[in-house]
């Protein structure tokens, strides 16, 4: 038997709720097989991150060798990078083992407000991972610091912000609305000629710790089943929503979502 391979390049989590945890479990729900390349140990909870460790450019380049040399993988995910030198790495790493099919979630804050990206690591993020990218999902923060305007508000705004994204090379933009101030869960999909909204109803939890690095795990998982980018998309949103509405209340804090739930509900229906 062969599964498809999808690879993490991300931050470890403690907590279980995202970073490396987060896709793994994804990538494992949707019949994928894992592998992950760890940037950096977070010590983290649901309470929040209570300390980061950023890895060796050696460790992280011996990680990425030892996976894509031997095992190779039909898509990957980028999520926590933390410094300019490891986005640089990462990306010089991606074009040697010709890596296609990636989606780069541009992880900068975690949701207690603790940095997980370097201020000035946004520059190398943006000259050099955003145009190899085949899918970006930033969330209205990120696609603000991105693109150098005021985080949009609107769905007007999204779409502004969703086109000059797309100017930095990426084929396909997923500018994420899970922190508009009301209203539904709408996701904007770009693709350089059309717009497409995702909307979901927003689901009344505070346990939505790890929505980002799951919704982008799963993008990846799909790419490398082969599904085309806008399915890929689709498909995650699903399981991302199933995810939430299952959530979890574990720990004091915000809980995880749950990466069982869309399987559970497949299984149901
Ligand atoms: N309360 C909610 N109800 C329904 N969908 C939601 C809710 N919150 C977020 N989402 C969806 O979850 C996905 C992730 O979006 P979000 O904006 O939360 O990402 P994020 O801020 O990058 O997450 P993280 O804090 O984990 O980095 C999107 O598809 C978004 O629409
Ligand atoms: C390791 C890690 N990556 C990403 C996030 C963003 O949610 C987080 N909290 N922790």
Same mark, same amino acid.
């Given at each position: 038997m062969t599964l498809a391979k999808a690879l993490t390049i991300a931050g470890s989590d403690s907590g279980g709720g995202a970073g490396i945890q987060a896709d793994l479990k994804t990538f494992q729900e949707l019949d994928t097989f894992g592998t992950s390349v760890i940037t950096a140990l977070t010590a983290q909870n649901t309470l929040g991150v209570h300390g980061v460790f950023p890895q060796t450019l050696e460790a992280v380049e011996a990680q990425l060798d030892a996976v894509l040399s031997d095992i190779g993988t039909d898509a990957a995910k980028t999520g926590m990078l933390f410094s300019a030198e490891i986005i640089t790495l990462v990306a010089r790493k991606l074009r040697q083992y010709e890596v296609k099919r990636l989606v780069v979630d @541009?992880?900068?804050?975690?949701? =207690?407000?603790? /940095?997980?990206?370097?201020?000035?690591a946004v520059q190398a993020l943006i000259k050099e991972l955003l145009p190899q990218a085949m899918v970006i999902t930033p969330n209205l923060p990120e696609a603000a610091k991105i693109v150098g305007c005021e985080e949009p508000q609107t769905l007007a705004e999204m779409k502004e912000a969703a086109v000059k994204l797309h100017q930095l090379g990426p084929?396909?933009?997923?500018?994420? =609305? =899970?922190?508009? @101030? /009301? =209203?539904p869960a709408i996701d904007l999909v770009y693709d350089g000629h059309e717009l497409h909204e995702l909307e979901t109803e927003r689901i009344a #939890?505070?346990? #939505?710790?790890?929505t980002g690095c799951t919704f982008a795990a799963a993008i990846a998982a799909e790419l490398a089943k082969e599904a085309a980018p806008l399915e890929a998309i689709q498909t995650a949103k699903a399981f991302i929503t199933a995810a939430i509405t299952h959530s979890l209340a574990i720990g004091g804090g915000i809980g995880p979502t749950n990466h069982a739930a869309y399987r559970r509900l497949a299984g149901e229906a």
């Open positions: @541009p992880v900068m804050i975690a949701k =207690g407000g603790a /940095s997980l990206l370097q201020e000035e084929a396909y933009i997923v500018l994420k =609305g =899970g922190h508009l @101030p /009301s =209203g #939890t505070k346990h #939505t710790h790890g």
